[in-house]
């Protein structure tokens, strides 16, 4: 049997709903976003202490690299949203 076939029937002997796999899916989903924020705010720190002269374009590029990759954790949510009902 397969991983998949065995983790389906776990999920029905212990009564797990589609909402339940779509949070488990979602929280999973959010931890690449979490991951990436904070390896890209650190980076940017670091930067910015290497060559303060140059914070102000470091930072602007941040906060867009933040938007992009928040923007996946947002999609993860709606797709949470959508897969439970």
């Given amino acids: 049997m397969s991983a998949l076939v065995l983790a389906q029937a776990a999920a029905e002997a212990a009564g797990v709903t589609n909402k339940g796999w779509a949070a488990l899916g ?5 931890l690449g976003p979490g991951i990436g924020i904070g390896y ?8 910015m202490a290497r060559q303060p002269e140059a914070a102000g374009m470091v930072r ?3 906060f867009l690299g933040i938007a992009f990759v928040e ?3 947002l999609i993860g949510f709606v797709v949470f949203f959508l897969a439970g009902s």
Wanted: neutral net charge; without cysteine; hydrophobic residues 55%.
């Fill in 26 to 30: 979602y929280g999973v989903g959010a």
């Fill in 71 to 73: 923007a996946l954790a």
């Fill in 40 to 47: 890209l705010v650190g980076q940017s720190v670091q930067a």
């Fill in 60 to 62: 602007t590029t941040m």
